[in-house]
């Protein structure tokens, strides 16, 4: 079983950045890829980014490369969402989740999910 609670929204102008992190508990972490995934109001969810168990595989969605970084601690078992050149169409709940297989950008193959954290980008 893996909990996992995210944290780093705000309000920030366009143009700005933020840092979203995602705490994991339970022993596994570190077998785990990772994702960050976000749902705007009245879209679907998507997928922004995800990182390998050792860290050493990163994956983008097209509309976040070259802005976003994903990264993680397997020690401090956390990931996290680097976000720059923030745009106001990034706004939405950005959810982190764990799975114990190799990469996907499919959200419903993710075992496990957090809560969300907010991120508004004013224009």
């Known amino acids: 079983q893996v909990q996992l609670v995210e944290s780093g929204g705000g309000l920030v102008q366009a143009g700005g950045s933020l840092r979203l992190s995602c705490a994991a508990s339970?022993?596994?972490?570190?077998?785990?890829?990772m994702g960050w995934f976000r749902q705007a109001p009245g879209k679907e969810r998507e997928f922004v980014a995800a990182?390998?168990?050792?860290?050493?595989?990163?994956y983008y969605a097209d509309s976040v490369k070259g802005r976003f970084t994903i990264s993680r601690d397997n020690t401090k078992k956390t990931v996290y969402l680097q976000m720059n050149s923030l745009k106001p169409e990034d706004t939405a709940v950005y959810y982190c989740?764990?799975?114990?297989?190799?990469?996907?950008?499919?959200?419903?193959?993710?075992?496990?999910w957090g809560q969300g954290t907010q991120v508004t980008v004013s224009s």
């Open positions: 990182i390998s168990w050792s860290g050493g595989s990163l």
């Open positions: 339970g022993r596994t972490f570190s077998s785990y890829t």
């Open positions: 989740a764990a799975r114990s297989g190799s990469y996907t950008y499919r959200g419903y193959e993710y075992d496990y």
